[in-house]
């Protein structure tokens, strides 16, 4: 059995596989499982949006246009992000900054105008302690919320980070999990949006 | 006095009053407080500090993250056992007119901590402790894909360890269970911190563990040396990655659910209230759509030491691979959906019943062909009966007696009977002792000269083996019969007319049986290091398959100098058989630099945990830290070092030498 089996410097091994690659796939594993955190949430929903316990019940407490208002500002951010991760990609750094500070923007007046929602909703009495569907509407919503707002401190700081360092295949590379991050959160919204918004405007 | 009110409302809900004041109480604080005492000393002593700073505490090399693990593992394994014996103790005499040693409240805090403790401190901990040796070397890796988040998780891990711990000393435990059911976990009924307490340790070391898991299911998808296809992996790292997806997917669940019930608690929310429009059954559908999966999250892992313990000592390869790959998918998918089973006695109809019912059984198929394909392994192998191999025995006829017991309890008929009974608890002791503790014992020992150069002692590992094996029978088969006699779990007295005292004796026999087992593990480790010179083991001891054994030993931080080449199955086994000559020069090795900000992450954000327990808001404040940390991590350009080829091959001279 002793064949004589000689192992050649055929390919490099130092790099055996594309560290830009793994760290892309690890965050996609991660937006999944805050895919399953959500969907957590939205069986909570489910489960307790009629739980109004003499409370007011969606139909009565959601303005529709105001939401469509919010709804459209985070879809434009989604794709002013779009357009900072194309001048990203072309290395134009300007560019870069300025969409990315259009996306703040945007995410910032969304954020803003949920802060103001809540906010109507407790002085009216009918905060997260009223009933089973304001508890787990609040959280479900502040929970997107949270996350916009950590999207928020990831874009300031990626802004400082590009005007500093330039566009590096590093930077490229958190430019676009940053971007994956933002999309993510205007998909869970359109599920927001029609789940708790219009499916609660529908019910009486 | 107003500046004494004052400095109360920085405390929060913290004061004096907190601090133990009955004598069993006090006894344990005081070990608490007294062994970290004892360790800074020592450290300080033998002056030390810098050492454990510069080796361990900033270090992102996974073994040595993983001997942590064990080692926080190992010592809240001795809490959750003697947590044991005060039940025991208290069930064999609290019966008629003897109230026993433990009140009804602190009873119920032991069992609580018992569960809590063995489950998220112990099991997890071996497990991602022997994760993080193993899968790197075995998938011929240097290290795993993000060594940061890896260092994090472990801290994270460690800082929900110290939580709980200091719930003995300020404050006081949870008494609502392991799993802490609403609405008696709700704030009307558990008032004080111990649910609180409860919640944020688990919220800790559930996220470190989530982050754990996606670095090694990433890990094991991307970093395979070349060659290493999927099918190619040993046993263990299949099985690693069957867990880790199950991590992914289970444990943001976790998360919401202590959320929630923190909600409620915290800023009056009404999830899981009995009025307010609550749904308390909602919690216990959202903890078991993790718990299940929990259950095989910890014995999947397990699993796969068998795999390799049975192969490597029956001198065979593994029988029936593509099999055993499968059956661990399926168990994945399947543990999804059975989670109802848990609670049968909720009242969801016969047809939601039937279908968990169902599945629960199906989920016993994938199992048992597992275990047919480790017998046909065994089946004409030179057995050479090493105590990792006598685990794996023990391991298969526990392990089926637990199961048929959980195929009968799949029944939702039965399960009406035999629910919260003692019954349960003997089956499903059955299934984590026997299936993850043994497995991981078997691990432990058949790995243990890898990393450190010595066997561990053969003739007091069988004395520890016997005696746990033993014990641990004369423990729980009482509990069977018990639980189909009425007794219920979590029972702090009963009466005399009963008659079950005796088997509640035989129990507690079993248990001391299984701590002088402990007394042998321990006494095992300190023999094996005092005669460490004469049983060095050398590079491969059990003439083993997977590619770790090629490794020199100790093995050199930087796990391979050149990564080694793979063609087949058990690469190792043939490199062995063949006679290979590496001509292949050598390359620089990247690895990351030590750094103790993931220490830091974690002790921030066990302050901040600890300042939510007690509502001192200002302090809360401090987790605000973490996320500084991870901004300025960001910033850091500078994160690995390199060793260049020359230096690699000297260092490859000197561990391939023994130098080291």
Redesign the interface.
Known sequence: MAAEIEIHNTNRLIESYDRDATTILGFWVYLMTDCVLFASLFAVFAVLRNNTFGGPSGATLFSLPYVLAETFSLLTSSFTCGLAVLSAQRGNKKHTIFWFGVTFLLGLIFLIMEISEFHKFVKMGDSWQRSGFLSSYFTLVGTHGLHITIGLIWIAVMCVYVYKRGIGQTTLKRIRMLSLFWHFLDVVWIFIFTVVYLFGALHA | MSLFNNLAGILGKLSLKQFPHDPLTMFGAGLIVLVPIVIIAILTVTKRWRWLYREWLTTQDPKRIGIMYIIVAIAMGLRGLSDVLLIRTQQAISVGSSQGILSASHFQQIVSAHGTIMIFFVAMGLMFGIINLIVPLQIGARDV??PFLNATSFWLFFSGMVLINLSLVIGDFSAAGWLAYPPLSELKYSPTVGVDYWIWSLEIAGVGS?LAG??F??TI???R??GMSLMKMPMFCWSVLGSMFLV??A???L???LT?LA?DRD?????F?S?????MM?YVN?IW?WGHPEVYILVLPAFGVFSEVVSAFSRKKLFGYTSMVWAIWAIVFLSFIVWLHHFFTMGAGSNVNAFFGIMTMIIAVPTGVKLFNWLFTMYRGKLDLKTPLLWFIAFAVVFTIGGMAGVLMAVPPIDFQLHNSLFLVAHFHMMIVGGVVFGYFAGITYWFPKFFGFKLNERLGRYAFWCWLIGFLLAFIPLYILGFMGATRRLNHYSASLGWQPLFVVAGIGAVVIAVGVGFQFLQLIFSILQRHQNTSGDDPWDARSLEWSLPTPVPFYNYA??P?VTERDAFWIAK?????????Y????LPRNTPLSMIIGVSILIFAFAIVWHIWWLAAVGLLA?VVI?IR??D?NTTYTISANEVMKLDKLYREGEV
């Open positions: 894909a993000f989530l996606i670095n299911l990433v998808l991307k970093m040396v070349k992914a997917f444990f943001p669940i998360t919401v659910a929630l909600f800023l009056g929310t009404h999830f209230t009025g307010g429009g609550g749904n909602m959202l759509a050149r990564l080449a058989r063949t006679h290979q000559i590496d001509t292949r020069e390359e620089p090795i990247e996320a901004i960001s910033m350009e």
